[in-house]
């Protein structure tokens, strides 16, 4: 484990230096890191942001600085307690065998009809299979949700398998609709909200990633198991009503 | 309770200190660029310093006011009047019903922050009254204000040491207060600012030559920057090895460099995920300043350790105390 200041208002906490040699065990330790910080309660600490091999502290260095009694020594106080919840967390996890964090398993109704997937082409040739076979191995794979980010409710998905790994176009486009579903690179993702991006485009769902108005604000959480499901046109119409 | 948007300006947006707690659903933390200027101005109105006011980009706004109300603004260098008579930084109006308000060009800087007693009502989302410009929710209706507009404002509390001062008046006159929040805090915009920052988290992934770049040449703001972030140009920041990194957590603050070689310095709506190398994190006293970078300005960086970053905001906090106390005394 790892830590360094992202500024002086927050932290990273590495688990591991490695994603892709296991991304399963890897997720695991980064989210029962996640889950031990966020039930540890530790003053001060105003938000917690995981992603694929870290765990992102922001914290209120004034506020730390009055819990610890160390105000020229707050981060080192801090990492320190981090360490230590996060390391006696492991130990526990180990000795009880429940190393499974909470996964919930969403499927995702996605059409993959041309009109939506105006990349499945470059993703077939790419991967030296015809359009229909990429999307019957993209709806037949596991997902694991890495992490939000780029925009609000943007899940990047885990899991991808390797044949459909794609590169990222080299001229983003400027506009892509809410719910296009993509591949940038090693990773499948879905665009919650209309906005620029330079995935290619695979698909498209019906359902509404982000609703700022609800709680969780999003369709995806961190650790979730997503499977795609491939729906009809007229699906996708009845879907969205 | 209402203030009529006569002129909205260039872009001109409901903000409180931010959104957080949101971050794992990708959330930013939009807010005011410079929280610290929010809190100044609405403790000289008598709000709550977390009350939501309004961020006004290079100027343009102009609003007229259906009740009384006190306001205060602080940021940039603008020309800020009421009817004929010059509102500056940092200082105090109490306005009457029908007075209109109007922002001129920002001569230095580009930002600044409007509070207004009662503060700005529109629904709490998330947490915050701020508007999240990216993903088009929070303060009203998601977006920036409008030509037009009817901004709801909210009961106020009567608690401003200056509406006391002048709430005995008869009849009922526009006044300014001679008085004004010390001048840094009022008006921190600068051409040639300096930024102080602590090391990034991939500072030893640049060489010698790079790190010596950074820290020595002045840096041109480009045009296309936002309330994302502040694109610079400058000599080209090379990093030593050119592998992927893995995406990790970026703050407002964060220096990234992209493969182009030109550093990124992200602001409020930056997104909460980030695959580039992060060479530094400008401190947060800093980021008031760094809120106010136009295009064309020259900037630089200077290193302080983690340690000072943390005692100049210390500092600060307590300096911000006696303020307070100082306005509580008046009232």
Known sequence: MQITALGDSALIVRVRDQFEDAPEETLNEVFRAFHLLRDAGIPGIIDLAPAYTSVAIFFDPIIVAKVSGKPG??????????????????????????????????????????????DIDRVAEQAQLSAGEVVDLHSGSEYRVACNGFVSGFPFLAGLPKKLATPRRDTPRKEIPAGSVGIGGAQTGIYPLRSPGGWNLIGRTPLQLFDPTKDPPTLLCPGDRVRFRAITREQFESLKQ | MTAI??????????????????????????????????????????????????????????LQFEDERIVAWCGGAFDVEIGSRALPAGHVAHLQAGDELKFGRAQIGC???????????????????????????????????????????????????????TADKSPPATGISSWTAPHDWASPANRHPNLRFVRGVDWNRFDDVTIQRFTIHEFSVSPDSDRMGVRLDGPELKREDETDLISEAVAPGTIQVPPSGKPILLLGDCQTIGGYPKIAHVITVDLGIAAQLRAGDGVRFFEVSLQDAHGLLMERERDLERFRIGLSLQR
């Open chain 1, 73 to 118: 020594g707050l981060f080192d106080w801090l990492a320190e307690r981090v360490r230590e919840i996060v390391t006696a967390g492991a130990h526990r996890g180990r000795r009880v065998r429940s190393t499974k964090t909470a996964a919930r398993p969403v499927e995702i109704p996605v059409c993959y009809d041309p009109e939506f997937a105006l």
């Open chain 2, 111 to 165: 930002r600044c922050w409007l509070a207004i007693s009662g503060g700005i009502d529109v629904p709490v989302v998330l947490g915050s009254r701020s508007t999240d410009l990216r993903a088009n929710f929070g303060g009203l209706e998601g977006r920036v204000l409008h030509d037009g507009n009817v901004v709801l404002l909210g009961a106020q509390s009567g608690s401003s040491a200056f509406a006391k001062a």
């Open chain 2, 5 to 62: 948007v006569q002129r909205a300006g260039f872009l001109t947006s409901v903000q409180d200190l931010g959104r957080t707690g949101f971050r794992q659903f990708g959330v930013s933390t939009s807010g005011a660029l410079d929280s610290f200027a929010l809190r100044v101005a609405n403790l000289l109105v008598g709000n709550d310093e977390g009350s939501a006011g309004l961020e006004i980009t290079l100027g343009g706004l102009q």
